[in-house]
């Protein structure tokens, strides 16, 4: 027994020395994994420590505490006490590099200032650790130490045994991707400023006619006044009156130019609005086309519609295209008796308010009507094909569609859905 010591002493050596090795083996690669798939990743990846934050929800869940969201929104607080139960583990080099830090000990010092709490993000990931959820995701802009600011899209990867002491965040920058979209609003916006100032062209008869009439008043106007106190014996109440019509003449020319000047404003901005005032408006805009073209337009608006939340010259701009195309139309079609109806009502169900515009014109055609949104088409021999387009445009990006229903010799009907101002619900 004695003789065989050395021999296991020796056998336990290098069983040690094996496991000694396997280890630093082990270790070796976990660096080298860890080194390839975090520290040099080129996605900025961020791992943080939530566990407290989960003993804080246990808590609340034992308070009765469900609806965290709520439960937020009603104790701002605790967003701002959110670092109490939080932590910054690591951060890859690529956030570093993001945030414009030296090295990760410089990370943990601005860390606190550059990554406030956040309440969309914690809202997010506490509702997905009180569900048991793996993921959560999001957008938020990120601070750089050079004052940059970047947007991106967030995502959690949350264990799945629950255990919120490594949650890995990765964060994807999207500054390309905004500013793409940004041109691309900006495009829409100078293409349907183009369409305004040629609606304006098309209507440029009607304006001239709505801008000549008070003018041409306040001339007549003008001449009976100085007749009325040239007299022997002056009239002053009649030269009032007539003072009066000038005053009554120059602010009807004056809200011509500034409906005009309003439809060719270039920003486009959402407000709160009535439905009922905002058709009421643009048919304004064309009342004296509508006397061109011999049309009659009745409107046909549902009483107390709720509020509704748009950009009123767009919509305005959407009301007036297919209102002309209408007369247009008829007016080809050398119709005897050309009406054009608006109809608006509410659509809950639709969760906004319907807007119709028919006409008792020609209609369209099968082939017609199935390219009737394709870009360049038109029926008219003068047309750019782009009037249709640029208003399914603006209602696509108020949320809703633009849809149209013909029958040859009955007439067209366009129909789209205008939002309502949800605040207005709250």
Same mark, same amino acid.
């Given at each position: 027994?004695?003789?065989?010591?050395? &021999?296991?002493?020796?056998?336990?050596?290098?069983?040690?020395?094996?496991? /000694?090795?396997?280890?630093?083996?082990?270790?070796? +690669? %976990?660096?080298?994994?860890?080194?390839?798939?975090?520290? !040099?990743?080129?996605?900025?990846?961020?791992?943080?420590?939530?566990?407290?934050?989960?003993?804080?929800?246990?808590? *609340?869940?034992?308070?009765? #505490?469900?609806?965290?969201?709520?439960? *937020? $929104?009603?104790?701002? !607080?605790? #967003?701002?006490?959110?670092?109490?139960?939080?932590?910054?583990?690591?951060?890859?080099?690529?956030?570093?590099?993001?945030?414009?830090?030296?090295?990760?000990?410089?990370?943990?010092?601005?860390?606190?200032?550059?990554?406030?709490?956040?309440?969309?993000?914690?809202?997010?990931?506490? $509702?997905?650790?009180?569900?048991?959820?793996?993921?959560?995701?999001?957008?938020?802009?990120?601070? &750089?130490?050079?004052?940059?600011?970047?947007?991106?899209?967030?995502?959690?990867?949350?264990?799945?045994?629950? !255990?919120?002491?490594?949650?890995?965040?990765?964060?994807?920058?999207?500054?390309?991707?905004?500013?793409?979209?940004?041109?691309?609003?900006?495009?829409?916006?100078?293409?349907?400023?183009?369409?305004?100032?040629?609606?304006?062209?098309?209507?440029?008869?009607?304006?001239?006619?709505?801008?000549?009439?008070? =003018?041409?008043?306040?001339?007549?106007?003008?001449?009976?006044?100085?007749?009325?106190?040239? +007299?022997?014996?002056?009239?002053?109440?009649?030269?009032?009156?007539? *003072?009066?019509?000038?005053?009554?003449?120059?602010? +009807?020319?004056?809200?011509?130019?500034?409906?005009?000047?309003?439809?060719?404003?270039?920003?486009?901005?959402?407000?709160? &609005?009535?439905?009922?005032?905002?058709?009421?408006?643009?048919?304004?805009? =064309?009342?004296?086309?509508?006397?061109?073209?011999?049309?009659?337009?009745? &409107?046909?608006?549902?009483?107390?519609?709720?509020?509704?939340?748009?950009?009123?010259?767009?919509?305005? $701009? #959407?009301?007036?295209? *297919?209102?002309?195309?209408?007369?247009?139309?008829? /007016? $080809?079609?050398?119709?005897?008796?050309?009406?054009?109806?608006?109809?608006?009502?509410?659509?809950?169900?639709?969760?906004?308010?319907?807007?119709?515009?028919?006409?008792?014109?020609?209609?369209?055609?099968?082939?017609?009507?199935?390219? =009737?949104?394709?870009?360049?088409?038109?029926?008219?021999?003068?047309?750019?094909?782009?009037?249709?387009?640029?208003?399914?445009?603006? =209602?696509?990006?108020?949320?809703?569609?633009?849809?149209?229903?013909?029958?040859?010799?009955?007439?067209?009907?366009?129909?789209?859905?205008?939002? %309502?101002? +949800?605040?207005?619900?709250?």
């Amino acid at each position: 027994m004695t003789q065989d010591l050395p &021999t296991l002493i020796l056998a336990a050596g290098v069983s040690l020395c094996v496991f /000694a090795g396997l280890l630093v083996s082990c270790f070796q +690669r %976990y660096r080298a994994f860890r080194r390839a798939y975090f520290d !040099d990743a080129p996605i900025p990846m961020l791992i943080e420590d939530w566990s407290g934050v989960r003993s804080f929800l246990a808590a *609340l869940r034992a308070k009765g #505490v469900t609806d965290v969201v709520a439960h *937020l $929104q009603a104790h701002p !607080d605790l #967003v701002r006490d959110h670092r109490r139960y939080h932590r910054f583990v690591d951060a890859n080099d690529a956030v570093l590099r993001l945030l414009g830090a030296r090295d990760k000990v410089h990370f943990q010092e601005i860390a606190p200032q550059l990554l406030p709490a956040n309440r969309e993000i914690i809202t997010r990931v506490y $509702q997905a650790l009180l569900d048991g959820k793996v993921s959560a995701q999001g957008e938020r802009l990120l601070h &750089t130490i050079d004052g940059r600011v970047v947007p991106v899209i967030w995502r959690a990867t949350l264990p799945s045994s629950g !255990d919120a002491r490594r949650i890995l965040f990765y964060a994807f920058d999207v500054s390309d991707q905004k500013r793409a979209q940004e041109m691309v609003l900006n495009a829409r916006g100078d293409l349907a400023h183009a369409a305004r100032v040629s609606t304006v062209g098309e209507l440029s008869a009607s304006i001239a006619h709505d801008v000549a009439q008070p =003018i041409a008043a306040i001339a007549a106007s003008a001449v009976a006044a100085e007749q009325w106190l040239l +007299r022997a014996e002056p009239s002053t109440d009649r030269a009032l009156n007539a *003072l009066y019509q000038i005053r009554r003449n120059a602010q +009807r020319a004056s809200d011509v130019v500034g409906r005009i000047k309003t439809f060719l404003r270039k920003a486009p901005k959402r407000t709160t &609005t009535s439905a009922d005032a905002l058709v009421k408006d643009a048919l304004a805009l =064309i009342d004296s086309e509508a006397h061109l073209y011999d049309v009659t337009i009745r &409107t046909l608006i549902e009483a107390d519609l709720p509020a509704v939340r748009v950009d009123e010259v767009e919509i305005k $701009q #959407v009301i007036l295209n *297919l209102a002309l195309n209408a007369m247009q139309a008829m /007016a $080809q079609a050398q119709m005897s008796e050309r009406v054009v109806t608006v109809a608006v009502c509410d659509k809950e169900r639709d969760g906004g308010v319907e807007v119709q515009i028919r006409d008792n014109g020609p209609g369209m055609s099968e082939e017609t009507l199935s390219r =009737i949104f394709e870009p360049f088409f038109s029926t008219k021999e003068d047309g750019m094909g782009l009037g249709l387009v640029i208003c399914k445009s603006i =209602i696509n990006s108020h949320g809703g569609d633009l849809s149209v229903v013909s029958v040859e010799k009955l007439g067209t009907i366009f129909r789209f859905i205008l939002p %309502y101002d +949800r605040q207005m619900f709250r």
